[in-house]
């Protein structure tokens, strides 16, 4: 900051103050400890670095107003990054500042001449404006450094992550420190989740880890270029039911979540699980499949280029239709299918004649060369369409 432009009596008073900044700083500090409990308990900064801080911002506005600012310009953000590494609250930090710009106007008034002190008084918004410079300073620097400090933890968390999910440990107990560091030990089950992200860096659950949080259940995350995968502890209360719901609520894309295990060296295994069971859902979409619960679509997944060449074999016909009609008897298909092969019951959810469902069916018996009315033809019918739709053939 440029230094401040005041009244030539203020300058010749702060200049002729800042001799005794040190001793103003003790002062000051006195004053703080005083007036914040924070402070006074010496919770997070001792009394020294309080008085070492004080006669610093106190040599910082002095200097200001006189017009030597000198080499003290880093002193406010230096207080800043110090008190949030310190896990000095901001609310604390901000009434601490309010305590000393009250200090650094006292002492003034209290050092003015009688001549000086109507221009003092005139001057009590340019003085006032450099303590609130100064506290705007420690303001971004705490936030700063804040934001530093969730970065470097994101980054460790996401390698204690990886070295569970990716089995990358020597000794069991390695492993089991790394879930102690991110509160994942307990008695419980966990599952693995992974979760398509829509662009690079975007989460694919959306603050999911706070969400889980509310519920009382822990978790630990990683963000990998276009997938989120994460590590999550069961609790009773709290079963695989319920994460699914809240992962729904939280997807921007496909979300496969592992069968549960108990021993969390299986992570590794898990996560192939978890990811096998992302690919079984519907491309585009936001659903959440699990793995224990979706056998064939997670089976077809395991192998997409059968599943591609099954799905041609079995629906080339219907694959080379136009989009509209290929759209009708795909449709058509998986809703009679949905309804144990009753046409009455799909011509009412598709809102089309009973006959309708026939005719399209019919078609479709054409195409595929496969008949319905024949359970072993039928079933490859359904598995083909399931391999369309993992392939976003259709």
């Not at 310190?86 to 609310?91: F, H, I, W």
């Not at 790394?178 to 599952?191: H, I, P």
């Not at 992962?247 to 549960?260: E, F, I, K, W």
Request: glycine share 6%; charged share 25%.
């Amino acid at each position: 900051m440029a230094a401040a432009e005041v009244a030539p009596e203020v300058r010749e008073l702060s200049r002729a103050l800042l001799p005794d900044s040190d001793a103003l700083g003790a002062r000051m500090a006195e004053r703080v400890a005083a007036a914040v409990p924070s402070y006074a308990r010496e919770q997070f900064i001792t009394r020294d670095e309080l008085i070492a801080s004080c006669a610093s911002n106190m040599r910082y506005v002095l200097g200001q107003l006189s017009g030597e600012p000198g080499a003290n310009a880093e002193g406010p953000r230096t207080t800043g990054i110090s008190r949030a590494e310190q896990g000095v609250p901001y609310a604390a930090v901000l009434e601490a500042f309010r305590v000393g710009g009250r200090f650094i106007w006292e002492v003034l008034v209290e050092k003015a001449s009688s001549d000086s002190r109507d221009v003092l008084l005139l001057a009590a918004a340019d003085i006032w404006a450099v303590s609130d410079d100064l506290a705007a300073q420690v303001t971004d620097a705490y936030r700063s450094s804040l934001a530093d400090q969730a970065r470097r933890d994101g980054q460790r968390r996401a390698v204690l992550v990886g070295t569970i999910l990716d089995g990358d440990f020597e000794r069991a107990e390695e492993l089991w420190q790394s879930a102690g560091a991110l509160n994942l030990q307990g008695d419980g089950a966990y599952v693995v989740v992974s979760a398509e992200c829509e662009s690079a860096g975007a989460e694919g659950l959306n603050d999911i880890e706070r969400v889980l949080r509310k519920h009382n259940v822990a978790s630990a995350w990683r963000l990998d270029h276009d997938r989120q995968d994460g590590l999550v502890a069961l609790r009773f209360g709290f079963d695989v039911d319920r994460l699914v719901e809240s992962l729904a609520a939280a997807a921007t894309g496909r979300v496969g979540v592992s069968a549960p295990f108990e021993r969390i060296t299986g992570a590794d295994g898990a996560l192939r699980a978890a990811r096998t069971a992302c690919l079984a859902a519907t491309p585009a979409s936001t659903e959440v499949v699990r793995f224990d619960d979706r056998p064939l679509p997670v089976l077809v997944a395991t192998a997409p280029e059968q599943a591609r060449s099954l799905a041609i074999t079995v629906l080339g016909g219907v694959l080379d239709l136009p989009a509209e009609d290929r759209r009708l008897l795909v449709q058509t298909a998986r809703v009679w299918l949905d309804a144990a092969g009753s046409s009455s019951a799909a011509a009412r959810d598709l809102h089309v004649h009973r006959n309708t469902v026939r005719y399209r069916l019919r078609r479709l018996e054409e195409l595929s060369g496969r008949d319905l009315a024949h359970p072993v033809q039928a079933a490859e019918v359904h598995v083909a369409l399931e391999c369309a739709r993992i392939l976003d053939l259709v």
